[in-house]
């Protein structure tokens, strides 16, 4: 079975500071990765995706992911964040042979100016 | 283009009536997915239509959940006699779905249903 571990419920940060939001993984074979964030009332959007390749993952809003094979880790970064940037965010996993994506229970990013 | 749509966006009802959400994916994406999303709980899976197989209903949590697809667009999910617990925001999702699950999935804005 494949599972996603968002050990934090919320993660805070101030403005203009890089951000983190970690994701651990497990999954039989390669995996393929996936971050979506969403908006108060919104769809959830996607925001990257890791199926091989380069293990840094640039995506939209200035967002990046790196895979960490070893570690079983896709977390999420931002070099500054932005007040604009809270938001839910999930983290995905699926894989060879699954047909579903599973999903993380999600982290809240919380930025004050 | 146009995005995943859903409908509607708001519903309540009470408790042991019938509903139905539809979901309208986006054009040409053949695989179309829905979730359940409660508080806390994250995303979880119901139900997966591709193309003209048959549909994954691994998800569905009980048999009062069904859902259809037809022509290979429009679906619509049908929880009968509604309690409670079914109270969550249902998204749905389309993709490509080139084998592999690499094609990313596509949401809708979601239908938010209330049993009273």
């Known amino acids: 079975a494949q599972s996603v571990a968002q050990p934090e419920d919320q993660v805070n940060v101030a403005e203009g500071n890089p951000l983190t939001v970690k994701c651990t993984y497990s999954v039989s074979g390669n995996p393929y990765l996936f971050w979506y964030v969403q908006y108060p009332n919104r769809g959830l959007q996607f925001l990257l995706k890791?199926?091989?390749?380069?293990?840094l993952v640039k995506g939209s809003y200035g967002f990046e992911a790196e895979f960490n094979k070893s570690q079983t880790s896709f977390h999420l970064k931002k070099p500054s964040a932005l007040v604009s940037d809270s938001a839910l965010y999930f983290c995905a996993v699926s894989g060879p042979g699954y047909s579903t994506l599973t999903f993380g229970k999600g982290t809240m990013l919380l930025v004050s100016p | 283009g146009a995005g995943v749509s859903q409908s509607p966006s708001n519903k309540v009802t009470e408790k042991g009536k019938d509903v139905e959400l539809r979901c309208d994916p986006i054009?040409?994406?053949?695989?179309l997915y829905w979730y359940r999303q409660s508080l806390g709980q994250g995303l979880e899976f119901l139900i997966y239509f591709q193309g003209n197989s048959a549909p994954d209903k691994s998800g569905l949590p009980s048999d009062r959940f069904s859902a259809e697809r037809t022509g290979g667009s429009v679906s619509t999910l049908t929880i009968q006699r509604t309690q409670q617990e079914d109270s969550a925001v249902y998204l749905c999702?389309?993709?490509?779905?080139?084998?592999?699950?690499?094609?990313?999935?596509?949401f809708g804005p979601g239908t938010r249903l209330t049993v009273l």
């Open positions: 054009s040409g994406h053949t695989a």
């Open positions: 999702a389309s993709s490509l779905a080139r084998r592999g699950l690499t094609d990313t999935q596509y």
């Open positions: 890791y199926i091989t390749g380069d293990n």
